[in-house]
């Protein structure tokens, strides 16, 4: 990747939908240049996703959660279960497998206490291999967002 490509994706990150023209003016080069250098790193799996970002309130899923999980048994099985089924729950934005005091951190969304609630008696009081969680309740949103810093030192 060369400067162009690291600018293309410095501005797709932040708008997905620029044009071609609009990106080409940004960084010098043609249309078709642009599109052609977006295209490959979408092919090549540089460019990973291409989402809409919803806002939570307006949708009404205005609470927001931090939840550290810790299993009660790691083994690969136990691991691969409880990865599966994060994976197919729509109330959990992200997952992340890691190290430290808890096995996985769980980024999730209600509509209200109540409905989390109910999300940790599905997820978390009926499955045996849930050791504890804990969870932040988040305040206030202060930066949110999955941009990946490139071309930097």
Do not use: W
Not at 29 to 42: A, F
Not at 49 to 61: H, K, P, S, T
């Amino acid at each position: 990747m060369d400067e162009f490509d690291l600018k293309l994706l410095t501005l797709v990150q932040k708008n997905s939908r620029l044009t071609a023209e609009q990106l080409s003016e940004k960084v010098g080069l043609s249309p078709t240049t642009c599109q052609k250098r977006l295209k490959k790193m979408r092919d090549t799996g540089v460019i990973a996703e291409e989402i809409a970002v919803l806002n939570r309130e307006l949708i009404g899923r205005s609470l927001t959660m931090i939840v550290e999980v810790t299993l009660e048994r790691e083994r690969p099985e136990f691991l691969d279960q409880f990865k599966e089924t994060m994976l197919n729950t729509p109330e959990v934005m992200q997952c992340y497998y890691v190290t430290g005091n808890a096995d996985f951190i769980l980024i999730l969304t209600a509509r209200d206490m109540k409905d989390y609630e109910d999300f940790t008696r599905r997820f978390f009081f009926h499955n045996s291999n849930v050791k504890r969680f804990h969870t932040n309740v988040v305040m206030d949103s202060v930066k949110v967002g999955l941009s990946i810093p490139v071309g930097m030192p």
